[in-house]
């Protein structure tokens, strides 16, 4: 486990670099070609590239971050990505902490590379033959420097619409201190659980899989409640038969937990909530 680590004083730059990557994903059941097609409009809609780049925006600020460049692309048929440039802002980054501790909520708040970015693409996708269609959004924010990345998870988590939510954090390489001394990682980090608030972990089921050695920290967390209402589109739960109701349900429930688990899951197996 990490030790408690001192203020460093550092010789230059911090030359850490700090990334955090995860993948959000929102599920739902849109049984017709007509609600599949309304599905991905919808997403095209409410994630396209104005409202992402708003987003990062948010994020940028959160981390104490410099906007240097954005290019930002909406594609047909559908998705779109934004790529953010930033540097470290020495004022402001001064101020914010990395302790392990939560960031705010949403309500609360490719030109010259200045070693740090924040991107993300969406990939909006439906499947014909069982009518899931599922929503997933790639993001990455890496800064070199102080700054890290880790308190703007509270944040993107609530502003996307996370049923599923994969995480990894990674700190690389060294920077020194006045004595010449090496230090790999200049925070205490134990999980990134830590820097989530009480409410968000009591929304998720979550799992840690940690490499302390080598500063290399993963959580995979799954939505708790299940109301299968809140994964139809363009249908209401009461106007379904008993049958479609069973059926759909253990569709949804399947899709969550292979995304969960990373894997197909046989026909026979109990999925979550089950």
């Known amino acids: 486990m990490p030790t408690t680590l001192k203020k460093l004083r550092l010789h230059g730059f911090n030359n850490l670099t700090k990334t955090l990557s995860f993948n959000i994903y929102d599920v739902c059941y849109a049984g017709s070609e007509e609600q599949r097609e309304a599905y991905i409009a919808y997403i095209d809609e409410a994630y396209n590239a104005e409202r992402l780049t708003a987003i990062l925006t948010d994020v940028a600020e959160i981390i104490g971050a410099n906007i240097l460049n954005i290019a930002h692309q909406d594609y047909d048929p559908q998705g779109a990505s934004v790529t953010m440039l930033i540097s470290e802002e020495a004022i402001v980054a001064e101020g914010i902490s990395n302790n392990a501790t939560p960031g705010p909520l949403p309500d609360a708040v490719i030109a010259h ?14 499947n014909p033959q069982t009518g899931i269609s599922t929503f997933r959004a790639d993001i990455d924010v890496s800064t070199c420097g102080r700054i890290s990345p880790l308190k703007a998870l509270n944040y993107l988590i609530h502003a996307l619409e996370s049923d599923v939510v994969i995480m990894d954090y990674r700190v690389r390489g060294f920077t020194r201190d006045v004595k010449g001394r090496k230090h790999f990682i200049d925070h205490n980090i134990s999980s990134i659980q830590n820097y989530l608030s009480r409410g968000t972990k009591n929304r998720y089921q979550m799992v840690d899989v940690n490499v302390y050695q080598e500063n290399i920290f993963h959580t995979k967390m799954v939505i708790r409640d299940f109301r299968l209402d809140d994964y139809l589109f363009c249908i209401k739960e009461a106007d379904l038969s008993p049958q479609d109701h069973k059926r759909i349900q253990k569709l949804l429930r399947r899709e969550l937990s292979e995304i969960f688990y990373g894997r197909n899951l046989g026909r026979n197996l109990e999925f979550m909530g089950d």
């Open 113 to 126: 590379l200045d070693k740090s970015h924040i991107t993300v693409h969406t990939y909006p996708e439906t």
